[in-house]
């Protein structure tokens, strides 16, 4: 019997095609902005022409972080350089690095051809103490009726939806907000450096409050929280996520909220 999701991860290489255009990829009916300091400037699916444009953007912002030192302040990382690695019809590679006070945030993103976009984040420099940061992926509110994963039984998303570190070994994080025609998926990874001491994993923070994801202003906010980090000299803090921008594809309406995370996460495992 062949798998219900393999078809995911096993279309021919006809069936998707992927563009380079200054720093907006291009892949089928997906539009993938890359911002200056490599993370995502915002993603549409469908509806490219300036008229619909925003109707079909998955973003309300970019995809960003927050590194507080204390309670109020927090460190202003600027873009110094950006530059793709890698362009092929398959797969695009990227670089891009920001520096603030001393140290360097340099990210490195791969984007694949079905949509899955694999990140990996290090903070290096100075020894400091971060009081927290945040990780934050402000969702339009129009695109986020439905979440799967994180333990949720229904199809449409509650009013605030809170996941913490202390879940881990019974429920993973990584989640699908989205509408009946696009979304966009999130999968914190484990570091494989985890057991090295000159690697801080952001993610696994005992102090760590994870996910809170709720209606903020005019943005539905998927917010990581990680507590308190001690940063000392010669050590990277890593922060490495993959995102899968989804359409609707093959799935019938009503959405199953589950059935579309389980569909997602199966590509975004089976991608390499």
Known sequence: ????????????????????????????????????????????????????????????????????????????????????????????????????????????????????IRFKVHVSGAQLKFNNINFHIPFNIANSKYLGGLGQKSNIRRDTVKWNLRNYSKIKPAFWVGNEWRGLYLRLDDEPNSNNNNFVNGWSNEKSEGFQINVKGSSMLSDFTTGSIALA?????????????????NLKLPVNSKKKFKQLLYLDLHTK
């Open 1 to 116: 019997m062949i798998n219900q999701f393999s078809v995911y991860a096993q279309q021919p290489d006809s069936y998707y095609s992927l563009k380079v255009i200054g720093q907006t990829l291009l892949l089928r009916e997906r539009k993938i902005e890359v911002n200056a300091d490599g993370l995502l400037k915002q993603v549409g699916v469908g509806g490219f022409s300036d008229s619909t444009a925003k109707l079909h953007q998955i973003l309300y912002e970019p995809v960003h972080f927050h590194y507080y030192i204390d309670a109020k302040k927090q460190l202003k990382f600027s873009p110094t350089a950006f530059r793709f690695l890698t362009v092929g019809k398959d797969s695009v590679t990227w670089w891009a690095q920001s520096t603030a006070e001393g140290l360097k945030q340099d990210v490195f993103g791969k984007a694949y051809a079905n949509g899955v």
């Open 233 to 249: 000299s010669g050590q990277e803090l890593t922060f490495s996520y993959t995102i899968v921008i989804s359409e609707r594809g």
